[in-house]
């Protein structure tokens, strides 16, 4: 078969490109929120539509379209158009990438862009766009358009409320060495030529229309789906449990988490890590401490219904677009403990479904605060499973936010567009692959080397020995040269806190 034959489907429906800013998909396996989402759009909806994914891999530092049809996934390196890989904010235009982009437009009959970021991407993509006369919609996922700080943390690692205020330009050009105001005139321009802008919350919404409010924003909130958890009457136990969940960042509270643990020792307050902590190492002390590590998304209702959890706290200090975990606790009827930033407050408050602390809240107010829920507060704390239960088939499932996509694609797809006859995308074998991945050379046995390092007391000498072995079996793997900084960190860094 021909790599055009591959191709073969690709009249059969319409045609989406989605633009994303990195790809790394393994179904069950640990994926990030935005490509999360847009493999539950894919998968809800690719018998209406193919969908082809450009991104950028930091495998390969290539840039690639990945497209998914009904009988094959096939992936096709697009060019090395080397974006800036330390500051990709730098660069924000590419005339080769424009050719290669419109190019592979014509080549795969696109009818819509659908742009969920734009980090190692370039803005020609909104002009190639207008140029070809296709519809462009996008999604905001984190705040990248707004500054490139992404999540608005500021310089001095300080939430910014507010990406247009007066120290803005000041923080812009400390962290980044940038103009804020030309970088949002830029993405400006360019959102100003899409059809249609999504926001996943209302506080999303808010906070972008504050930097461009010409924009008309509507927002689709992200669906999930898991198994209906047991409406059951919740018993109080000797031990009040509060979980943290997902991947504990900086910015996701760490700082609170790693208090937090120490100040409930002797408490009949026990804490319950489900997922793993940035650079640092908790261990389990059986009583008021227990780290259950990494979890797949469809363990979490019998991990917490299993460890009797009573309440998950999610203390980002930065503003979240939609936070997944919060639909997983409410999901499985856990109320919630946030800061007040950003969508997970905005949600929690919408249907009452726990408690708002101020985002200055450090790890004694916390326990003051979780402590009172578990004595003279707990009928306080039953009323938010009772509002959750109220609300829990309002909550957006994955199959009502398809619907809601299609109802967009369909009104923006026009009914007929002209294509030239562009044979050039399919004309080297070799830039095709079969499957998402480009170079898996060396990944698996990367990952068993890894965790035979971490789990087995291996002398130094007999590391740097695997690590030669290793380097000389897989000599075009892009592990090759990252192999010795990832084991020896995996080894070494990790502080354990007792």
Same mark, same amino acid.
């Given at each position: ?105 014509? $080549?795969?009959?696109? #009818? ?32 990248? $358009? ?26 812009? /050009? ?27 919350? &209302? ?141 997970? $407050? ?5 249907? #009452? ?73 399919? /004309? ?27 789990? &087995? ?26 192999? $010795? ?14």
């Amino acid at each position: 078969m021909s790599i055009k034959e591959l191709y073969n489907d690709i009249d059969k429906r319409p045609n989406i490109l989605a633009v994303i800013h990195d790809f790394r998909y393994t179904k069950g396996g640990s994926t990030g929120g935005t490509t999360l989402h847009l493999m539950d759009i894919i998968e809800g909806l690719k018998e209406r539509y193919n969908f082809h994914i450009l991104y950028w891999s930091a495998d390969t530092h290539k840039h690639h379209i990945t497209s998914f049809f009904e009988q094959n996934v096939v992936t096709k390196i697009l060019g090395d158009f080397s974006p800036n890989r330390k500051e990709p904010w730098k660069r924000l235009y590419c005339n080769d990438f424009s050719v290669a982009v419109a190019n592979a437009i014509e $080549a795969l009959k696109i #009818d819509l862009i659908h742009v969920h970021h734009l980090k190692n991407m370039f803005l020609d993509i909104f002009e190639v766009a207008q140029k070809s006369n296709i519809p462009i919609t996008y999604t905001i996922h984190d705040f990248y $358009a707004a500054c490139p700080s992404i999540n608005l943390m500021r310089w001095d690692n300080v939430s910014c409320h507010n990406p247009n205020c007066r120290e803005c330009k000041t923080c812009a /050009e400390k962290k980044f060495g940038i103009a804020i105001n030309k970088w949002q005139k830029e993405f400006g321009t360019a959102l100003s030529s899409v059809n249609s802008v999504i926001a996943p919350a &209302e506080s999303t919404k808010e906070i972008f229309n504050s930097v461009y409010p010409s924009l008309n924003i509507s927002v689709i909130e992200h669906g999930y789906d898991i198994e209906p958890c047991i409406q059951r009457e919740k018993k109080r136990g000797d031990m009040f449990n509060i979980a943290f969940v997902g991947s504990i960042t900086r910015i996701k509270g760490l700082d609170l988490f790693l208090d937090f643990v120490k100040i409930t020792k002797g408490s009949n307050i026990r804490v319950h890590l489900f997922g793993t902590t940035h650079k640092v190492a908790v261990k389990s002390d059986g009583v008021n401490f227990i780290n259950h590590g990494s979890y797949k998304r469809e363990e979490l209702p019998r991990l917490l219904i299993s460890n009797n959890i009573d309440v998950v706290c999610l203390p980002s200090i930065c503003a979240e677009t939609f936070s997944y975990t919060l639909s997983e606790s409410l999901l499985c009827r856990v109320p919630v403990i946030g800061l007040n930033i950003g969508a997970i $407050a905005q949600r929690i408050k919408a249907i #009452d479904a726990g408690w708002v602390l101020p985002v200055e809240t450090d790890a004694k107010e916390l326990f003051k605060a979780v402590k009172l829920l578990s004595k003279e507060n707990y009928r306080e704390y039953l009323e938010k499973i009772e509002n959750i239960d109220k609300n829990y088939n309002s909550l957006p499932t994955v199959v009502s936010m398809c619907e809601k996509y299609n109802s967009l694609y369909s009104s923006l797809i026009k009914d007929e567009r002209v294509y030239s006859n562009n044979s050039s995308f399919y /004309e080297n074998a070799e830039d095709f692959v079969m499957g998402i991945e480009i170079d898996k050379s060396g990944r698996e046995e990367y990952r068993t080397l890894r965790d035979r390092i971490t789990s &087995e007391n291996l002398s130094f000498k007999e590391i740097i020995s695997e690590i030669k072995i290793f380097r000389k079996r897989y000599p075009q793997s892009k592990l090759r040269n990252k192999i $010795a900084f990832k084991l020896l960190w995996h080894k070494f860094s990790h502080k354990n806190i007792q």
